[in-house]
């Protein structure tokens, strides 16, 4: 029984083999040939923006202590109407893993992945990437989430001003 | 000691010890807001409770608010107790903003680790969020009420803590509202802890706005190196910046609290322009040429002039190695012992206080504990603010507090005030040291000591001097007897000046290196971490001893005067910078970690963009090395701190127990000297008719250190000059009016105030650095002075 096991085994590779040969590939010519990945293909990230077209990221820095190889770094400043920026952002594709945990930690939709893959680079600094190279004018996957219209500090909104709030108190007042 | 079992882990507690805390000692995790161990209890917020199943109180109970007694068996994991905090939170978190990513205290939020903690993580109630308009709290405090969970936290630390009155809360119902009453900065000087004590972020800390996550700080525990209190603090640093401090939690010192001296004073260490490269007469050179060549001048001095041709200079802000090892070298010169202190009266001042024994030192526990606390000659809130918070909890615990003082001593709480000339401050303690009767104004402190079961007396070494603290120690040891304890305590003028006196027993003061300067016989000063320029009240004899000198050599991380003058610039490293030991005023070691490298902060090398898009191997600005680690190099010494402290536990047995001390620890005081304290003679004093000019420290704008930290220059004074009402009546003085002071040479024309809390007699400026105000010292005896109008308001 082991020798026919054996026969088959030597041969079924070869006949899998002889099939294929006549069939299309499934492989393309890279890099002359692309394939256009599907448009929520998750590979390098983007930093986008909210329905003003304002940058979404706060700079609150919970990518950069998602991060798993550590290539996420920013300085959060204030910008003069109170609103919570970058001052500057910056991320090294060269020890990125693409794997997202930055995307999912992101807590504004700022961070998103996108289908762009090709990074490849003989200049290694030329994979550190700043606020401007990864800044895109849209709003990505969820075009309409605005964190400051959900999350009341009187930033996008005047105070009290969002949906689900009730405007400013009176301190003052005596009645019930 | 009541054991009890929680979780079906058996705890024995000292008696008072609340459920709470008993669950805190086993390691149990328990959600809490209103507890505080500073602040005690007040059961408002409902978080803590827990399950009763077996004891004197059974059912669901607020663990916070139940005394732990024996025979209790209770559960913190019970299904009930588990949904009830569940609730709790869900309420608490209704009106939240979910502003967490731009919220500086995300990260150490006590708010996200309980609302985590009990498990609630989806907002159900699909109502409005009330919200409220914020206030400027001025230049320390960031206000954002709408974080608010209306724990009462702020107000019991505000008012009831620090003794503030004009913070609290206003508003009724569900308009409860924590600020001002209008807006306008917080008038207390600790108004800084809110940002620790806040469980939330309404109240965050301005300066460092969102400079950094808590997560990616470089933290470790600290000394406060901003007055001789040395209380425990931990510095946050990242990106090469000191970019926060926050209190630590030494019960015999702090407790959980700090100034806001101490909180904002922190950024002399970014300064931009603090020496960062060894310099020959403005060259740059390598750190091993540097030394050398410090030896080799050093040396050939010695060689050509005599061993007494160098002098050493320390101080009361470096560490106690870095000093020790001044001695060493000085040793292996052969020149004389260093000089410790650039103004001599401070330093024979500390050196009194250095003879104090220990069981007759108070720290602030003892403060804390104290019924009768009298003040002599000491200001709290300007010499070390955080007594002036010991003695509060005194007050509030029902003690007494008497201030014998020329100026007008304020303290957040109420205080008995006997207005004394300087020169009655030496007979009073003198008095009192001796047992003599003492003058009918001053009968009501007679009466008070006699009552008193744990009284401390409390000197300020600046006013007393050398002779008066001597008289003071020697009134603690008259009045300590077996049936009560009198304890002293001295307030020294840096954070080191207990240790640097320490080490210069017997040896040379600056008096007689400013004399030896003069006479053209020094030929060399080395000064470490000291800046006579600034500290020195004879400036003009000091110039003129610089002049004469060949070769001037300064350690020092300050961009201080002294060392703008230096042959030979050696860049040290600030305390948060490298590891020591400092000594505070009550003669107690404590250890310092390093936090950070130094390096030029990214801040400023890179302008607030990206850092730079090119690779070094260097950092800038990295040079700087500690000052201990240089002289141990010039010593021929290992470079190793355990070994100094080994070592300077050898040499003096008063600091036997060095060698043991962590950074972790609160500390461990000093062994007491073993000769018994010197008696002071009884003192006569001539009644001055003259005004008498007195300088003195205040909170903000005195102290070296902070002097370069920008987050503390909106809250410096400007130069004013401080008269009795009386004083002014007979001058035609108002308050507000420009008048001239003439002192001995000097003639300066200052905005007038008035006060009738004050010694008659006196003038009072405030020794305000880098204003016109600098030359006038606190630690001098009072000189007269002349006082004349010049304009109306």
């Known amino acids: 029984m082991n020798l026919w096991r054996d026969i088959k085994g030597t041969f079924q590779p070869f006949w899998v083999t002889l099939r294929y040969l006549f069939k299309r590939p499934v492989t393309i010519s890279y890099p002359e040939q692309k394939r256009t990945p599907p448009p929520r293909y998750r590979a390098r990230m983007i930093l986008t923006r909210d329905p003003e077209g304002e940058e979404r990221c706060v700079a609150c820095h919970l990518c950069s202590a998602a991060c798993p190889v550590d290539c996420i770094s920013m300085q959060a400043a204030e910008r003069e109407d109170g609103r919570r920026q970058a001052a500057w952002f910056r991320i090294n594709f060269a020890r990125c893993i693409y794997c997202g945990l930055c995307a999912e930690a992101c807590p504004t939709m700022a961070i998103q992945m996108s289908p762009e893959y090709e990074l490849g680079n003989r200049d290694p600094l030329k994979l550190v990437w700043e606020k401007e190279d990864l800044l895109v004018d849209h709003g990505g996957k969820d075009p309409n989430y605005h964190f400051y219209r959900h999350s009341g500090i009187g930033v996008a909104a005047p105070r009290g001003g969002n949906d ?6 009176n301190i003052k007042t005596n009645l019930p | 000691m009541p054991t009890l079992i929680i979780d079906n882990q058996s705890v024995t507690v000292p008696e008072g010890t609340n459920v709470l805390e008993a669950a805190q000692q086993l390691g149990i995790v328990v959600p809490h807001f209103c507890y505080h161990e500073a602040l005690g209890a007040v059961g408002a917020c409902r978080l803590c409770a827990m399950l009763f199943i ?105 008012q009831d803590y620090c003794g503030g009155t004009d913070y609290g809360v206003l508003g009724s119902n569900q308009r409860l509202y924590f600020g001002r009453f209008q807006d306008g ?90 020496p960062r490269t060894p310099l020959l007469h403005g060259e740059e050179i390598p750190w091993n040429e540097a030394l050398e ?70 720290s602030l526990a003892d403060v804390r504990n104290s ?16 007594l002036a918070l010991a003695i509060r909890q005194a007050v509030r615990n029902g003690g007494r507090v ?70 003071l120690l020697a009134a603690a040891q008259k009045l300590n007897s077996e049936d009560r304890s009198c304890l002293a305590m001295v307030l020294l003028p840096e954070a080191n000046s207990f240790g640097a006196a320490l080490l210069a027993a017997d040896g040379p003061d600056f008096e007689q290196l400013l004399a030896d300067m003069a006479s053209g016989r020094i030929k060399a000063l080395v000064c470490l971490e000291a800046d006579p320029l600034t500290d020195c009240p004879d400036r003009q004899q000091l110039l003129q001893g610089l002049e004469q000198l060949d070769f001037l050599a300064v350690f020092d991380h300050l961009p201080s005067l002294i060392a703008a003058k230096a042959d030979l610039l050696l860049p040290t490293t600030a305390l948060a910078e490298g590891a020591g030991t400092l000594i505070n005023n009550e003669g107690r070691m404590q250890a310092f970690a390093p936090v950070f490298s130094p390096g030029q902060p990214l801040r400023i090398t890179s302008q607030g963009n990206h850092p730079p898009r090119s690779f070094s191997t260097t950092t800038p600005g990295a040079l700087p090395c500690q000052a201990w680690a240089l002289l141990a190099k010039l010593c021929d010494l290992p470079v190793d701190l355990a070994k100094i402290r080994r070592e300077l536990a050898t040499q003096e047995p008063r600091l036997a127990g060095l060698p043991d001390l962590l950074a972790e620890g609160s500390g461990q005081r000093i062994q007491s000297a073993d000769k018994p304290l010197s008696q002071p003679h009884a003192l006569i004093t001539e009644q001055v008719d003259a005004l008498q000019l007195l300088a003195c420290e205040t ?95």
């Open chain 2, 699 to 793: 909170l903000y704008g005195s102290e070296v250190l902070s002097a370069h930290s920008s987050p503390l220059d909106p809250v410096r004074p400007q130069p004013y000059l401080l008269l009795h009402e009386l004083d002014a009546d007979r001058l035609g003085i108002a308050a507000g009016d420009l008048v001239r002071l003439s002192a001995g040479e000097i003639q300066l024309t200052l905005p007038a105030q008035l006060s009738d809390r004050m010694a008659a007699g006196v003038v009072i400026v405030p020794h305000l650095r880098r204003t016109e105000l600098e030359s006038f010292y606190p630690g001098q005896p009072s000189q007269p002075c002349r006082v004349e109008k010049v304009s109306a308001l």
């Open chain 2, 185 to 274: 900065p917080l008038e207390s000087p600790f108004a800084g802890n809110l940002i620790d004590l806040c469980p939330t972020g309404v109240l965050t800390n301005k300066p460092y706005r969102f400079t950094s996550r808590f997560w990616d700080l470089q933290e470790a525990p600290s000394v406060c190196p901003h007055c001789s209190l040395g209380c425990a603090t931990i510095p946050g640093a990242r990106f090469r910046e000191l970019q926060r401090v926050r209190s630590g939690n030494n019960p015999e010192i702090n407790g959980c609290f700090i100034c806001d001296r101490g909180r904002f004073g922190y950024d002399y260490v970014n300064h931009s322009d603090r």
């Open chain 2, 54 to 158: 077996d004891g004197p109180v059974k059912g669901m109970q607020m663990s916070c608010m139940v005394e732990a007694k024996d025979g209790m068996v209770v559960s913190t994991e019970a299904p009930e107790a588990v949904a009830y905090r569940g609730q709790v939170i869900e309420w608490l978190m209704l009106n939240h903003p979910h502003d967490c990513p731009v919220c500086d205290e995300g990260g150490e939020c006590q708010l996200q680790d309980m609302t985590v903690a009990s498990g609630h993580s989806v907002r159900r109630y699909t109502g409005k969020k009330r919200t409220y308009l914020n206030q400027d709290l001025g230049p320390f405090i960031h206000h954002e009420m709408n974080r608010c969970i209306q724990c009462y936290r702020c107000v019991r630390t505000y």
């Open chain 1, 164 to 169: 689900d709030e009730l405007p400013p108190v």
């Open chain 2, 293 to 362: 060549t410090l030896l080799q001048r050093l040396t050939k001095l010695i060689e050509c002039h005599g061993s007494d041709s160098i002098a050493l200079l320390g101080s009361g802000r470096a560490s106690l190695e870095a000093n020790y090892l001044l001695q060493r070298l000085s040793e292996q010169l052969g020149s004389a012992a260093p000089v410790y202190g650039s103004h001599a009266g401070r330093d024979r001042a500390a050196r009194a206080a250095t003879t104090l024994p220990t069981e007759l030192s108070a």
């Open chain 2, 402 to 471: 008497m201030i014998c003082d020329p100026r007008p001593v304020e303290l957040p709480c109420s205080t008995e005030y006997l207005a004394c000339q300087p020169q009655e401050l030496l007979q009073l303690l003198s008095a009192l040291s001796l047992g003599e009767t003492l003058p009918t104004k001053l009968q009501p402190l007679v009466e008070a000591l006699q009552l008193a079961q744990r009284p401390v007396l409390i000197g300020g070494g600046d006013l007393l001097g050398a002779e008066g603290t001597t008289a």
């Open chain 2, 371 to 386: 019924d009768l606390i009298l003040l002599t000659g000491a200001d709290p809130l300007a010499e070390g603010p955080m």
